[in-house]
């Protein structure tokens, strides 16, 4: 007959390292950390400065200048020609177009039509959870031209919103995402600093953890993201009942 | 916060807790995305330092970031830059071998993957209890619940591990189980 405790004393001894001493650290001073986190400013645009907090205003006028960048964006992708012509005289769009017509398509909520532009095996990979985000209604508007770092790969700053985090009061939150680019299309788009994650995560686990104590059962149907599991059954279910959720936080909404 | 201030506080809290964060790491990934996923926590830590909690109290904190930064690879196929871990003398950093993962124990192979049919917080929250031996208020912190909470999703977890091991077929005779560095 196992027993609780003879499940967790075999998972204790799971621990892939029992003794921390035995990992040797790099040899990275803090000063040498702070100086390469410096150096990647430079060159990726990482701010390494200390967090500001920003006023409602403040929010509002990032959004409003990322909101005119965005459109400026979106007219400068119509305008300009991004289609180059192949010795065979195929139309091929330019990695840059790739990614800005990803993401502009996403800046309209046609998160599952933005998959048409990645390879086959990212569109199977991310269906499920982005037709869940399409279901939260998410939009990622650019704020600034995408970052080229190689031919490539794009590193790009959005703004996004979603209907569950907008019902916490949370809209928007900066994300900077890599995109990485073949002749098939968008491999993959890696979150690379989620500014606001904490904020995000804290009321994700939030929500789950009340979920779970108000309505077991759906909880037990559902994870959120970045789960492998998150789909749209799982959104639905989380915007069923985000408003109940706040309505009896006294942490949210923020900034209402 | 004054930059010679912030520059101390983020000193002393990456001496005194960057090994037991890259452990934390090395125990959900490997060793190239543990060590990256050490440096993100770290830069995350920078940029919140004025909000940090204070050093010798920040160890819940930084697991919570890293568990953040964790659960965004696990969605990538991709890394992001390796600039900084190829700095240093990272090279220099052990690997444990694939030995080191492998359970040679069918009964603790089995509890493995009963581990892994648990919801993901689930398998979490056992592992912060039992891997980083940390109390339950700490754990708290790491989750962003309360106490309470955790002491009875602590409960909950431990009830469902065991009900899906005690549904695992053919349940094996308890073996020595070898580990690199573990305690066979």
Same mark, same amino acid.
């Not at chain 1, 200048?65 to 400068?76: E, F, M, P, S």
């Not at chain 1, 098939?184 to 804290?202: E, K, M, Q, Y």
């Not at chain 2, 953040?68 to 991709?78: A, C, D, I, P, Y």
């Not at chain 2, 600039?83 to 993962?101: F, M, N, R, V, Y």
């Given at each position: 007959m196992t027993t609780e405790r003879q499940v967790l004393q075999q998972?204790?001894?799971?621990?892939?390292?029992?003794?921390?001493?035995?990992?040797?650290?790099?040899?990275?001073?803090?000063?040498?950390?702070?100086?390469?986190?410096?150096?990647?400013?430079?060159?990726?645009?990482?701010?390494?400065?200390?967090?500001?907090?920003?006023?409602?205003?403040?929010?509002?006028?990032?959004?409003?200048?990322?909101?005119?960048?965005?459109?400026?964006?979106?007219?400068?992708?119509?305008?300009?020609?991004?289609?180059?012509?192949?010795?065979?005289?195929?139309?091929?769009a330019s990695p840059r177009a790739v990614v800005e017509e990803f993401?502009?398509?996403?800046?309209?909520?046609?998160?599952?039509?933005?998959?048409?532009?990645?390879?086959?095996?990212?569109?199977?990979?991310?269906?499920?959870?982005?037709?869940?985000?399409?279901?939260?209604?998410?939009?990622?508007?650019?704020?600034?031209?995408?970052?080229?770092?190689?031919?490539?790969?794009f590193r790009c700053v959005t703004l996004d919103y979603d209907d569950f985090h907008g019902a916490g009061g949370l809209n928007p939150?900066?994300?900077?995402?890599?995109?990485?680019?073949?002749?098939?299309?968008?491999?993959?788009?890696?979150?690379?600093?989620?500014?606001?994650?904490?904020?995000?995560?804290?009321?994700?686990?939030?929500?789950?953890?009340?979920?779970?104590?108000?309505?077991?059962?759906?909880?037990?149907?559902m994870s959120l993201p970045p789960s492998d599991n998150f789909n749209a059954e799982a959104a639905r279910i989380a915007l069923q009942y985000v408003d109940e959720f706040v309505a009896q936080s006294d942490d949210y909404p923020i900034n209402p | 916060m004054d930059d010679t201030v912030a520059r101390k506080k983020f000193g002393l809290m990456y001496d005194q807790h960057r090994r037991a964060i890259l452990v934390y790491c090395m125990r959900r990934a490997g060793k190239q995305d543990a060590l990256e996923a050490m440096n993100e926590t770290f830069t995350i830590a920078w940029r919140r330092i004025a909000r940090a909690p204070d050093p010798a109290e920040a160890l819940p904190w930084l697991f919570s970031k890293a568990?953040?930064?964790?659960?965004?690879?696990?969605?990538?196929?991709?890394?992001?830059?390796?600039?900084?871990?190829?700095?240093?003398?990272?090279? +220099? #950093?052990?690997?444990?071998? @694939?030995?080191? &993962?492998?359970?040679?124990?069918?009964? /603790?192979? *089995?509890?493995?993957? +009963? #581990?892994?049919?648990?919801? @993901?917080?689930? &398998?979490?929250?056992?592992?912060?209890? /039992?891997? *980083?031996?940390?109390?339950?208020?700490a754990i708290g912190d790491v989750l962003g619940i309360s106490e309470n909470a955790v002491d009875q999703r602590v409960s909950r977890a431990t009830k469902r591990l065991t009900a899906q091991v005690k549904q695992a077929p053919n349940p094996a005779p308890a073996r020595r189980m070898t580990r690199k560095g573990g305690t066979a």
């Open positions: 998972l204790r001894a799971l621990n892939p390292i029992t003794d921390e001493r035995t990992i040797d650290l790099p040899e990275t001073s803090s000063t040498a950390f702070l100086e390469a986190l410096e150096t990647r400013r430079k060159i990726m645009s990482v701010t390494t400065e200390q967090p500001v907090e920003k006023s409602p205003k403040e929010r509002t006028r990032r959004r409003n200048i990322a909101l005119a960048l965005g459109a400026a964006v979106i007219v400068a992708a119509i305008g300009v020609s991004a289609l180059l012509v192949t010795d065979d005289g195929s139309d091929v993401i502009d398509l996403q800046s309209s909520g046609q998160i599952v039509a933005s998959l048409e532009l990645a390879t086959d095996e990212m569109a199977d990979r991310e269906r499920d959870s982005y037709e869940g985000f399409e279901v939260w209604n998410s939009r990622s508007e650019q704020t600034e031209p995408c970052q080229e770092i190689s031919q490539s790969r939150f900066e994300n900077h995402t890599t995109f990485t680019v073949n002749e098939a299309g968008v491999i993959s788009d890696v979150t690379t600093s989620l500014v606001d994650f904490p904020a995000i995560s804290g009321f994700n686990l939030r929500f789950m953890s009340w979920l779970t104590e108000a309505h077991p059962e759906q909880a037990a149907q | 568990r953040g930064v964790l659960s965004n690879q696990r969605r990538s196929t991709r890394r992001f830059a390796r600039l900084i871990s190829k700095t240093g003398s990272l090279a +220099a #950093l052990p690997d444990p071998g @694939p030995e080191a &993962q492998v359970v040679r124990s069918q009964e /603790l192979a *089995e509890l493995a993957q +009963a #581990l892994k049919r648990l919801r @993901p917080d689930d &398998q979490e929250i056992l592992r912060l209890q /039992l891997w *980083e031996e940390l109390p339950h208020a």
